[in-house]
């Protein structure tokens, strides 16, 4: 009989964040120090960093200075941390030369949700490798659907609902869902419904916590 303890995680996120690329990679790298001593039910929840990002996009550099104030020098020392934080944890960045909407991306993941949480998880890593590593469209349909390939998933049943606006109800539903819980920034880690662990943590923050979670459980 195993001893495991059941923990859902909802990882809030979106793919225009590259901290979340690296909060996914250092949570799961703590998963695996904790081994059997938890059961992981994963839940990939929508975020919008940019939900009025027009269809083709912006300038990235142009962008990120405009809305936060960056010098260029700055961009490029935050880029050059955000190189380091991938490299520990296995994530290589790659260069962004444009900022694009992501609520198609949302869609497909939800979709891909209704599969598995495999299935969804596999697509998220996908899709930050494809936007955050390689620097594709993942506005553009198209490049969707062969990211959903890319993941093991049915390219044409993804073509089939990017055009056809599937799930967009739904993804509204939960972008909301978690605003109104007070979440504002990203990656926001949830265990159990109840703790919050926000940011792109190292491996060890999410060690920690996944561990007092086991052991409160336990002791319960």
């Not at 659907?145 to 049943?157: P, Q, R, S, T």
Request: with cysteine; aromatic share 6%.
């Amino acid at each position: 009989m195993s001893t495991a303890v059941p923990i859902r995680i909802d990882f809030v996120s979106d793919v225009a964040c590259p901290w979340c690329a690296v909060g996914l990679n250092a949570l799961e790298q703590a998963i695996a120090r904790v081994g059997d001593e938890i059961q992981v039910e994963w839940h990939f929840q929508p975020f919008e960093l940019n939900p009025g990002m027009p269809p083709e996009g912006e300038d990235a550099d142009a962008h990120l200075a405009a809305k936060y104030g960056l010098s260029a020098d700055q961009l490029e020392a935050n880029r050059h941390t955000l190189r380091e934080r991938g490299a520990e944890v296995g994530f290589q960045f790659g260069r962004r030369t444009r900022i694009h909407n992501t609520f198609d991306a949302h869609r497909l993941l939800h979709w891909a949700g209704e599969s598995g949480a495999e299935q969804q998880r596999a697509l998220k890593h996908a899709l930050l490798r494809a936007y955050q590593g390689e620097g594709r469209d993942i506005s553009s349909h198209e490049v969707l659907a062969e990211v959903a390939a890319e993941a093991g998933l049915d390219a044409e049943a993804a073509r089939d609902i990017l055009a056809s606006g599937a799930h967009a109800d739904a993804v509204r539903r939960q972008e909301a869902f978690f605003a109104g819980r007070g979440i504002r920034a990203v990656p926001s880690v949830i265990l159990d419904g109840q703790h919050l662990v926000q940011g792109g943590q190292p491996v060890e923050v999410f060690e920690r916590a996944l561990r007092q979670l086991a052991r409160h459980a336990r002791t319960a």
